[in-house]
Antibody, heavy 113, light 112 residues
């Protein structure tokens, strides 16, 4: 059974950093592109980042480019999202996704002083 | 950026009724490789999104065949042939043809 479980969310002050993790199981992690998608409270979905199978290629929207970094460790079947210079508008539930078939339950990030 | 406009924003239906959701793109979603990367997701209340339809019309494994997708270019439709109670939630279209990938604003399906 495919499982994706995010962790690392929490309350953080504006301007600080946070690193999210996603533990994958039930499939050959290294064979799939992976992504992070977020959802602000009571809002729609927003794509945040995608990474290729080897990790050599990464993609971001302008809203997070230069602040967020997606990475992966295929040996550990894990996906990461390093978030720097956090803003209040980054407050959201962050989902790890194996595009687009499988999603984790999400981890909440709240950016507030 | 590609803008996906979903209509209607809210849809009220009775059990057994057939409904359709439209997703219109601000530019063609036909990729140079011949694929059209337009997919449909359902997010039930309190749950993560789940994939229903990928590449316009391909039914994801395990998804009931009352769901169907159609369209091309800039106009796409998700049809539910006989709504069931478990179908309630918010439906999103998403495109992966043009970076950055973008989602439609969502269509909330409610019981009438």
């Amino acid at each position: 059974e495919v499982q994706l479980v995010e962790s690392g969310g929490g309350l953080v002050q504006p301007g600080r950093s946070l690193k999210l993790s996603c533990a994958a199981s039930g499939f050959t992690f290294s064979n799939y592109y992976m992504a992070w998608v977020r959802q602000a409270p009571k809002k729609g979905l927003e794509w945040v980042a995608t990474i290729s199978t080897s990790g050599s290629r990464t993609y971001y929207p302008d809203s997070v480019k230069g602040r967020f970094t997606i990475s992966r460790d295929n040996a550990k079947s894990s996906l990461y999202l390093q978030m720097n210079s956090l803003k209040s508008e980054d407050t959201a539930t962050y989902y790890c996704a194996r595009l687009w078939s499988f999603w984790g339950p999400g981890t909440m990030v709240t950016v507030s002083s | 950026d590609v803008v996906l406009t979903q209509t209607p924003p809210t849809l009220s239906a009775t059990i057994g009724q057939s409904v359709s959701i439209s997703c219109r793109s601000s530019q063609s979603l036909l990729h140079s490789n011949g694929n059209t990367y337009l997919h449909w997701l359902l997010q039930r209340p309190g749950q993560s999104p789940q994939l229903l339809i990928y590449l316009v019309s391909r039914l994801e494994s395990g998804v009931p065949n009352r769901f169907s997708g159609s369209g091309s270019g800039t106009d796409f439709t998700l049809k539910i042939s006989g709504v069931e109670a478990e179908d309630l939630g918010v439906y999103y279209c998403v495109q992966g043809t043009h970076a950055p990938w973008t989602f439609g604003g969502g269509t909330k399906l409610e019981l009438k």
